[in-house]
């Protein structure tokens, strides 16, 4: 058999992606996932009661709807609907009615009293052209496309999330909803660039609801697998790769893996240096994550919290940013900063009629194997009293699961490795090209490279151009 082009180890989304963008310039392409399934962090199960169908991992795709290069592939001819909520974000605290993060600026301002002007003046100047704004975020190290456009959002992008929202707004409710945004850094918030992602998820609500996938995040995956195939490539499941003479012949293969499994498998193939400096790689904080089977709605004490596809839940900036603190200095938040999802008040494929399913997780430190239903569970009551009488039934994944439900998760981080200032654009380790290894047959196009962590296939895409030009 002639030797393929290329052989991706991993099909999570940047996998796939990357498969779809070799395969799209001709090149033959042969995916190895060493699960029985596809996917990665796109897949979905029936964790708790038959019927109730879980994401395993990602839940919501603000950066999967406006992914540069997915937005180019017509996955919608390949079973991908997209559902759009009312709002992106719910933030419920304790006194007075929930801060709604909607589409629309004005609306949202409704809901920030004093700060309104300041909420539009933060995130207007994004607003024109988003989409160039995107390419040149969602991209590694390189001359920007829009300099003026990216160098503004730099000088507010390198502030600390709490030093913004303090020198912003005048409000709790204002500044509760940029920390919520955030907080998905899962980084402290006193950290200087963790404004960054506060103001890409703030902006990116006012481009587009942050959707779910119809049936569930795996219909992201078998949509990505779906076009490869009808491209030509061709993927086989059930395949853990342990060793590079496994594999099949190829002019190159690209890891959708963590660094240290790309240093374990390539072994002597890459310089001991190289490999060195990839095991200096920090992998960061891990998840507990709760998935529950509910008898209906959330009883938000605010109804309208149920137009969000996601909560943030854990009350003011101070509270958020003391539960970010607490998680990266290796201790468990009493009252924990969580990411709830809310994707069967959407899609109706997702529960019994009638019925519910239950998204949450929050940040803990490296490896903790803490079972933290009790603090997740309570955090919800707070805001939602009655919560607890309508869990059916629920499934919970400590960090260390997850490590051993997918190897790319080292520790339970969940997106890629620490994507502070000094780890961002040098993923796995600054080089020029860094989806290049010092073999020229190498590459990484995991979430450890850059724009990181999240369901947007970049990584895989400029792994897949950087492989392109040596071919
Ligand atoms: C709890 C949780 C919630 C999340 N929520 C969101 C969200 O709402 N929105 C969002 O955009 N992102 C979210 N993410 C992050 C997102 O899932 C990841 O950033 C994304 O999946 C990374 O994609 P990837 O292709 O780099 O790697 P992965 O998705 O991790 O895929 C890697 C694949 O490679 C396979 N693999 C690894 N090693 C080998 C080997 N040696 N041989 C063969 N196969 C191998 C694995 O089995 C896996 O299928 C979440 C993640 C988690 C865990």
Redesign the pocket.
């Known amino acids: 058999m002639a030797a393929l082009d290329a052989v991706v180890?991993?099909?999570?989304?940047?996998?796939l992606a990357a498969a779809v963008a070799l395969a799209r310039a001709g090149a033959s392409v042969l995916v190895?996932?060493?699960?029985d399934e596809i996917?990665?962090?796109?897949r979905t199960a029936e964790l708790t009661l038959p019927g109730f169908h879980h994401d395993v991992?990602?839940?919501?795709?603000p950066?999967?709807i406006l992914s540069p290069f997915f937005r180019e592939l017509g996955l919608s001819d390949h079973g991908l609907t997209w559902i759009r909520p009312p709002a992106s974000v719910a933030h419920p605290l304790d006194d007075g009615d929930a801060v709604l993060l909607y589409r629309s600026v004005e609306r949202t301002g409704e809901g920030l009293g004093a700060d309104a002007r300041a909420w539009s003046r933060l995130v207007g100047p994004f607003l024109d052209e988003p989409h160039r704004l995107l390419e040149d975020l969602l991209a590694p190290l390189r001359v920007p496309g829009s300099p003026l456009r990216m160098l503004r959002f730099g000088l507010r992008a390198a502030f600390s999330a709490n030093r913004l929202a303090r020198l912003w707004f005048r409000g709790e409710r204002a500044r509760a909803l940029f920390a919520g945004c955030a907080g998905h850094s899962i980084l402290p918030l006193g950290q200087p660039g963790t404004a960054a992602l506060g103001l890409i998820f703030s902006f990116t609500a006012h481009v587009e609801d942050w959707p779910v996938a119809r049936g569930g995040s795996h219909a992201i995956a078998r949509a990505l697998a779906s076009l490869l195939e009808s491209l030509g490539g061709r993927i086989e499941t059930g395949?853990?790769?342990?060793r590079l003479v496994d594999l099949p012949e190829s002019r190159a293969v690209l890891f959708?893996?963590s660094p240290d499994?790309l240093a374990r498998?390539a072994g002597d193939a890459l310089p001991a240096g190289y490999r060195r400096r990839l095991a200096r790689y920090r992998y960061g904080p891990g998840?507990f994550?709760l998935d529950w089977a509910l008898d209906g709605p959330i009883p938000w004490r605010d109804p309208r919290c149920l137009e969000a596809s996601t909560v943030h839940v854990g009350g003011s900036l101070e509270e958020i940013a003391a539960s970010e603190r607490d998680m990266y200095r290796g201790r468990h938040a009493d009252r924990p900063y969580l990411i709830l999802?809310q994707q069967s008040d959407f899609d109706d494929t997702r529960a019994p009629a009638g019925r519910r399913t239950g998204y949450a997780?929050c940040h803990v430190p490296h490896g903790s194997s803490l079972d933290r239903t009790q603090a997740v569970e309570a955090q919800v009551e707070r805001f939602a009293p009655g919560f607890r009488d309508r869990i059916l039934a629920r499934h919970a994944t400590p960090a260390s699961a997850?490590q051993r439900y997918?190897?790319?998760?080292v520790g339970g981080a969940?997106?890629?490795g620490v994507a502070d200032v000094f780890q961002l654009f040098t993923r796995p380790v600054a080089r020029l090209d860094p989806y290049s290894t010092p073999n020229p047959r190498l590459y990484l196009c995991?979430?450890s490279t850059p724009p990181g962590?999240?369901?947007?296939g970049m990584?895989?895409y400029w792994a897949a151009r950087s492989v392109l030009k040596r071919l």
């Open positions: 180890v991993g099909s999570g989304p940047n996998g190895l996932e060493g699960d996917g990665g962090g796109t991992c990602s839940a919501v795709h950066m999967g395949v853990r790769v342990e959708d893996t499994q498998i998840v994550k999802c997780y997850f997918n190897p790319n998760y969940i997106t890629g995991s979430a962590g999240g369901v947007h990584c895989g």
